[in-house]
Nanobody, 123 residues
Framework: QVQLIESGGGLVQAGGSLRLSCAAS????????MGWFRQAPGKEREFVAT????????DYGDSVKGRFTISRDNAKNTVYLQMNSLKPEDTAVYYC????????????????WGQGTQVTVSS
């Protein structure tokens, strides 16, 4: 019932910034927890950030805390990931995810996933 489409990825130099967007379908987007995960070659999928339905609660993975900010605009059915001070180790495919019931940092808690957008950070 929910489809997610990520955008905003690309190639940036270390220290630069990108903002990812995730556009969601569905009338009930406002009630969903939204999350961002990433996966680099040869590594497991990693939790990046999550935000509850109201936007009043957020959480971040340790590796991105202080550099990334998740936000949402329910009127636009969109969640964002602002990425600052990017590092080469941030290079990965970034996935948007949604879940109606859960709030957490585990991928199994999310029922819906986007196709991903590539972020490459050069040194």
């Amino acid at each position: 019932q929910v489809q997610l489409i990520e955008s905003g990825g690309g190639l940036v130099q270390a220290g630069g910034s990108l903002r990812l967007s995730c556009a969601a379908s569905g009338r009930t987007f406002r009630t969903y927890t939204m999350g961002w995960f990433r996966q680099a070659p040869g590594k497991e999928r990693e939790f990046v950030a999550t935000i509850n339905w109201s936007g009043g609660r957020t959480d971040y993975g340790d590796s991105v805390k202080g550099r990334f900010t998740i936000s949402r605009d329910n009127a636009k059915n969109t969640v964002y990931l602002q990425m600052n001070s990017l590092k080469p180790e941030d290079t990965a495919v970034y996935y948007c995810a949604a879940d109606q019931y859960s709030y957490g940092s585990y991928d199994y808690q999310y029922d819906y996933w986007g196709q991903g957008t590539q972020v490459t950070v050069s040194s």
